[in-house]
């Protein structure tokens, strides 16, 4: 397969159980198999696959914080640094109605986290049409307290603003558009920090400075072939760092 295609793809490789999380008919069976997409779905690529998504999620409600985290880190080749030490509680809101682009306003209210969050929160905004456990939603349900100080779903939702901005860069719609810009804007950074991530595991130690040559060299050579997958592999298992490790 070809890199580009776990940014954007045509099809999924999904088995019944994942068909019906999904909301597609006419797969049955544990078996995973190439599933062709109708026009127009989120799902094809890594910002629509559940697992992703979820993992941005505390289980009950979803984090564009974390989302927005993992597509700079991931993706877009651009991690954000750890989170400072004593930055503000976003806990004073809890369990008031408000949405989650509500709530997060709040990061810019202190410059130290401003400075962070104008970068990741716009990207996890795009994401917000996935529920926690990654299923496609069109409204968001917020959580306040019931009687009994748990907190509750409200019964009716607020339909999802999935707009956003990249920091310097496009602003996009909704995830289709989100999804659109990583895909055909962002490949040469997503490639780059793929060949790292792989040389970091292929070669089981951390990416240095000293690595960017071998890294440039399989970048060449799987731009040759389109970018396939199996080059990146083959590049850096041919490589001297590799076969001396």
């Known amino acids: ?25 006419g797969v049955a069976g544990d078996h995973y198999r190439k599933v062709s997409l109708p ?3 989120p799902r094809g690529g890594f910002l629509g696959m559940a697992a992703i998504n979820a993992m941005g999620s505390d289980g009950r409600q979803s984090s564009p914080v974390e989302r927005g985290a993992w597509v700079l880190r991931h993706l877009l080749h651009s991690p954000p640094p750890p989170a400072p030490a004593n930055v503000p509680q976003l806990s004073r809101l809890d369990g008031k109605a408000l949405t989650k682009r509500q709530k997060l306003a709040a990061h810019m ?11 990741i929160d716009p990207i996890g905004f795009g994401l917000e049409n996935f529920t926690a456990a990654g299923k496609w939603r069109s409204k ?3 959580f306040t307290k019931n009687r009994k100080g748990q907190m509750v779903a409200s019964k009716r939702g607020v339909p999802i603003n999935a707009s956003g901005k990249f ?3 496009p602003a996009f719609a909704d995830f289709f558009e989100l999804r659109e810009l990583i895909a055909t804007n962002h490949q040469e950074d997503f490639t ?3 060949a790292e991530a792989l ?22 050579a799987s731009k040759d072939k389109q970018y396939a997958i199996s080059e990146f592999i083959h ?3 041919q490589s001297k760092p590799f076969q001396s490790k």
């Open 1 to 25: 397969g070809q890199l580009q295609h776990l940014l954007k793809s045509d099809y999924v490789i999904i088995n019944g159980f994942l068909a019906a999380h999904y909301g597609m008919e």
């Open 39 to 41: 026009k127009n779905s």
């Open 109 to 119: 209210e202190e410059a130290q986290c401003a400075s962070c969050h104008r970068k």
């Open 140 to 142: 968001e349900h917020q």
């Open 167 to 169: 920091h310097d860069g």
């Open 192 to 194: 780059r920090g793929f």
């Open 199 to 220: 040389m970091r595991d292929g070669l089981g130690r951390p990416y240095g400075f000293t690595d960017e040559e071998l890294a440039n060299e399989i970048l060449v």
């Open 235 to 237: 590049a850096l298992v």
